[in-house]
């Protein structure tokens, strides 16, 4: 019988549409599923007649691979990967690879990759972004974990992922142990960020300016064409022109109230554990909660007051207000999620590529856009690049947004319309540009308080200095913790 190039655990959607994909680009792929029911039913279905190999069992499964043996995990993060791979490592040699291609925590991805290792066996966590259709026909991919074992992965993960318009696979070697799936967690975290964006931009032109679906479909399509060209753009305009076989607008009937699967709130809680200004992806977490409280809201738009949307204004003009402040705050919700992945690598001692992230953002996955290929270009220029805001590029197109986005923000706020990502991406642009924030203050009141101590202007970085402000203090100070 002949072997499999590699093994996939878990036909769910994901599971099954990657399968397909492996074996329509020449591979052979076995397959596996705790419920065997499963198996029976995908191969007597969507996998009838191709080079697929459904197992009953793991041993099954393990026996009909190719050495070194490729097995990729498809299942529910937590506790369920750690039970497949505890399933899967009696049945493997040393050298063989197991892959978790879920959205798993990447704390958990580190601690994977040690067990894996000091058992002789080799680990990828990998992201895959792109959902159901990219998983069938291209998705983004970022892999990490042991590092030998990419050259046996790679030529899989690069003929089943998206590829850009120059024909570059939208997946390469992100970095050691967790670092692939730390990079899938920011990119979950920026769509977050962009998709709140967006949507502040519809509640603006729906609420402040009066405009039908119709209208804001238009408007979507035409900046589809220009710098704002990607995926989440080209959805929107396709959601706003979408109607039921009734002919209601679909957008108008969908409750107020979005869910989430909790990687937008990993990145947020890991930028506070790494001290990172995260602040964008914050507000857009946030955002969600509060829609959340439906019940809540509805109760206090009864008793709470504020102006009445009406714009008074040029709205032909405002609308293009409205996409340089968009694409403005995309600019500075990716220099913090690229500060993040800095910040982490450091961390971690990872060695990630940071234009060749975003050349695996650029297809296939969710957050992708033309865009992207600008971080490329400023990454190429500059490998160690601070931040996104300091590349010639971006700090230009900032400056020439610079007046509509304060037009936006500031219409916003006299008009009573909730744009918490973008007003909050504005003030970080100001923040970051300041050369002296009022944190000397807030150490002052730290140090009267709770004699945490501060450092002087006119004294080296790294002298401390406390200062009994009552005079009823005594000289000991309390130790400091700078993020």
Same mark, same amino acid.
């Given at each position: ?5 590699? !093994? ?15 074996? $329509?680009?020449?591979?052979?792929? =076995? ?32 026996? $009909? ?7 990729? *995990?498809?299942?529910? %993060? ?6 497949? *791979? ?17 959205? $798993? ?56 992922? =998206? ?22 967690? #920011?990119?979950?975290?920026?769509? +977050? ?18 405009? #039908? ?19 989440? *753009?080209?959805? /929107? ?13 679909? *957008? ?14 990993? /990145? ?10 995260? #602040? ?6 946030? %955002? ?16 709470? /007051? ?13 609308? @293009? @207000?409205?996409?340089?402040?968009? +694409? =403005? ?56 690049? @601070? ?18 986005? &304060? ?25 970051? &540009?300041?050369? &002296? ?12 308080? !709770?004699?945490?101590?501060?450092? &002087? ?16 203090? !005594? ?7 700078? %993020?």
């Amino acid at each position: 019988m002949e072997k499999a190039d590699i !093994g996939l655990w878990g036909l769910a959607v994901m599971g099954e549409n990657l399968i397909l994909n492996m074996e $329509s680009k020449g591979f052979t792929v =076995a397959c596996f599923n705790r419920t065997v029911s499963k198996v029976d039913k995908f191969m007597q279905g969507r996998a009838k007649g191709r080079n697929i190999i459904g197992c009953h069992t793991v041993e099954e499964l393990v026996d $009909s691979l190719k050495k070194p043996r490729r097995i990729m *995990i498809m299942v529910k %993060a937590g506790k369920p990967v750690d039970m497949v *791979i505890e399933q899967i490592l009696p049945h493997l040699e040393d050298g063989d690879i197991i892959i978790d291609g879920g959205n $798993s925590h990447f704390p958990d991805t580190i601690r994977r990759t040690e067990y894996a290792e000091s058992k002789g066996k080799l680990y990828i966590g990998t992201g895959v972004s792109g959902g159901e259709e990219g998983a069938l026909k291209g998705p983004s991919m970022m892999p990490g974990g042991s590092p030998p074992a990419w050259e046996h992965v790679k030529p899989i993960f690069q003929a089943i992922c =998206a590829k850009t318009t120059d024909g570059d696979p939208c997946c390469d070697w992100v970095g050691e142990n967790g670092a692939g799936h730390f990079v899938k967690m #920011t990119h979950n975290g920026i769509e +977050y960020g962009d998709m709140q964006m967006i949507c502040e931009t519809y509640q603006m032109m729906r609420q402040g300016l009066g405009m #039908t679906n119709q209208q804001m479909h238009d408007v979507f399509a035409d900046w589809n064409q220009g710098e704002l060209n990607s995926y989440l *753009i080209e959805i /929107t305009r396709d959601i706003l022109d979408y109607k039921d076989e009734e002919g209601n607008e679909v *957008i108008d009937l969908i409750l107020d109230t979005a869910g989430q699967k909790g990687t937008g709130k990993w /990145t947020a809680i890991e930028a506070l554990n790494l001290g990172q200004p995260l #602040t964008l992806i914050g507000e857009a977490v946030f %955002a969600r909660c509060l829609s959340a409280l439906k019940e809540e809201r509805v109760a206090a738009s009864k008793v709470l /007051t504020g102006p009445k949307p009406h714009f008074k204004g040029d709205k032909k003009a405002f609308i @293009d @207000d409205l996409r340089q402040a968009l +694409y =403005a705050s995309k600019i500075v919700s990716y220099a913090q999620g690229y500060q993040l992945m800095r910040a982490a690598a450091k961390e971690h001692n990872w060695n990630l590529n940071y234009g060749g992230v975003a050349l695996m953002w650029r297809g296939g996955c969710i957050i992708r856009s033309v865009f992207l290929g600008k971080i490329k270009d400023a990454f190429d220029r500059n490998p160690n690049l @601070d931040n996104l805001l300091l590349d010639p590029f971006f700090k230009d197109a900032v400056e020439k947004a610079q007046p509509a986005w &304060r037009r936006v923000v500031k219409t916003a706020v006299e008009l009573g319309i909730p744009m918490p990502a973008m007003s909050c991406a504005l003030a970080f642009y100001d923040g970051y &540009r300041s050369e &002296r924030l009022p944190a000397n203050l807030l150490q002052a009141q730290r140090d009267y308080f !709770g004699a945490h101590t501060y450092e &002087r202007v006119d004294k080296p970085r790294g002298e401390f200095f406390h200062t009994n402000w009552t005079g009823r203090g !005594g000289t000991t100070s309390a130790s400091t913790y700078i %993020a």
